[in-house]
């Protein structure tokens, strides 16, 4: 390259660093959230223009929003003119928040929001663990591992309330009941319970033994007391918080 040629490529190497000094990307400030729909009688949700992920009923979704002045605009997939949440909240960039969706009907429904304030990871094999009530129509719930049923672990959660993480050991070695959850009334009847699985399953992939150590799990309670079957039946499901 003879001395010009030099100048030359010199020249616009300068004037393209200038450039791309002075050229200022911006990126959207996101939040996370995450929607559980426990509606009594509900439907899938989807969320604003998300047209293929939605919040499956009786199960939960993780979705990315702009953060600040944040509309959430929840509505039953094939019905977008009668949603189930529609409000604009407050949220902070890099957050991340809850959303827990319930009540009796679609007619009726309860919406509980959440800044969540996760600990730190764990590094002890250990598992954080707290439980929601969304069974509408159910006294206050208090539960009891199957290793110990005589101590309360979770006591009086009233409908919508729900409780700090709770940290418990998940060893390589699980002692047998120790991560089975019992569901109980105020006569201390066993409702339903819950064990963490040792494989994910279907429709929850991100729910095992392995995948939740050292992490945290949120036990939600839904559907009906007093309802064995059919899809309204009283049960527990978890959310993966990580």
């Known amino acids: ?8 490529f010199a020249g616009s190497y300068a004037i393209a660093l200038f450039a791309c000094k002075k050229e200022k990307i911006e990126t959207d400030q996101v939040a996370s959230l995450t929607v559980s729909d426990n509606v009594v009688g509900g439907q899938n949700l989807r969320l604003g223009n998300y047209l293929r992920d939605s919040a499956v009923i009786y199960n939960y979704k993780q979705f990315t929003i702009v953060a600040g002045n944040s509309h959430v605009y929840l509505y039953p997939s094939d019905d977008s003119s009668h949603p189930y949440y529609n409000n604009t909240i407050q949220t902070v960039n890099g957050h991340v928040y809850s959303l827990f969706l319930s009540g009796n009907s679609p007619s009726s429904i309860d919406a509980t929001l ?3 304030k996760f600990s730190p990871y764990y590094t002890d094999s250990t598992i954080g ?20 049923s005589g101590a309360s672990e979770f006591a009086d959660v009233a409908y919508k309330q729900i409780t700090a993480f709770k940290k418990y050991p998940l060893p390589s070695v699980i002692p047998a009941g120790s991560v089975s959850f019992q569901i109980r009334d105020t006569g201390n009847t066993v409702l339903t319970t819950y064990t963490l699985p040792t494989n994910p399953y279907a429709g929850f992939p991100n729910i095992s033994v392995n995948l939740s150590r ?3 799990i949120t036990l939600v309670v839904k559907g009906l007391a007093g309802t064995k079957s059919g899809s309204s039946a009283l049960g527990v499901y978890a959310i993966a918080d990580y």
């Open 214 to 216: 050292n992490r945290n």
């Open 129 to 148: 663990v707290r439980l929601i009530n969304l069974s509408p129509n159910s006294s206050s719930l208090h539960v009891t591992l199957a290793s110990s």
């Open 1 to 8: 390259m003879n001395y010009f040629g030099v100048l030359i």
């Open 114 to 116: 959440v800044e969540e």
